[in-house]
């Protein structure tokens, strides 16, 4: 009988001994990923301190770091889109409109964003109807350029055998007379998303 009691002291101490080390890791884990959560938030990169302080709901003030979390992204946001900084901005704003206390404020905010931005595309478009291409010009920025739209884009047989930095594109404008007669090609070429090297202009006397 002596013998039995014993063995179940021992076993209750091995079993609250395990139990307590289980604890104390857990809690041990759980503190480093609050104090990381801290330092993120310091630092102002709010969507990691955000991801952070969700893995620890309930612990410490982890749910009151959270709400402190979205105040400021909010108010971020703000200043963001004041300062014409649409992508960020909406980065923010589109994690915000999933919280239902920041829901509409979130929504309205992108929209606002969303017009700035169209009212910035079309001001920048307008300004480039006035830009013939450049070296170093963004292909996306060619078909609004002064040039127009290309009449061809033209690839070598095994452009996509290449590598990106070796990939090129060539871009040409064929001007024709009304008898189908060449007066002038513009060329260029396009390589990593943007103008490489001067356009030219090549113009062709069409005799009577």
């Known amino acids: 009988m002596k013998n039995k009691k014993i063995l179940y002291m021992l076993i209750f101490v091995v079993v609250g001994w395990i139990f307590y080390k289980f604890i104390d890791a857990t809690y041990l884990e759980k503190q480093r990923i609050y104090s990381y959560g801290e ?5 102002k990169d709010y969507l990691t301190a955000i991801d952070r302080f969700e893995e620890i709901k309930g612990f410490k003030d982890s749910d009151k770091r959270i709400q402190q979390t979205y105040k400021m992204m909010m108010k971020k946001s703000m200043k963001l889109l004041n300062d014409g900084d649409l992508y960020d901005a909406g980065v923010l ?3 915000l409109a999933e919280v239902p206390e ?4 979130a929504e309205t905010a992108s ?4 017009e700035l931005a169209a009212k910035y595309l079309a001001e920048r478009r307008e ?4 830009t013939e ?3 170093g010009m963004a292909a996306s920025d060619i ?6 739209p290309p009449t061809t884009i033209e690839r070598d047989v095994n452009y996509y055998s290449y590598r990106k930095e070796r990939q090129v594109e060539h871009y040409k404008w064929i001007t024709q007379d009304q008898f189908g007669r060449i007066t002038q090609i513009k060329t260029l070429m396009v390589r990593q998303g943007a103008v490489w090297g ?6 062709y006397y069409v005799g009577q």
């Open 111 to 114: 929209k606002k964003a969303d």
């Open 198 to 203: 001067e356009p030219s202009v090549s113009n």
């Open 143 to 148: 078909d609004y350029s002064g040039w127009g």
């Open 39 to 43: 330092m993120y938030l310091k630092e």
């Open 127 to 130: 300004k480039l109807r006035d």
């Open 93 to 95: 704003l589109d994690v």
């Open 133 to 135: 291409p450049y070296d």
């Open 102 to 105: 920041y829901k509409e404020q």
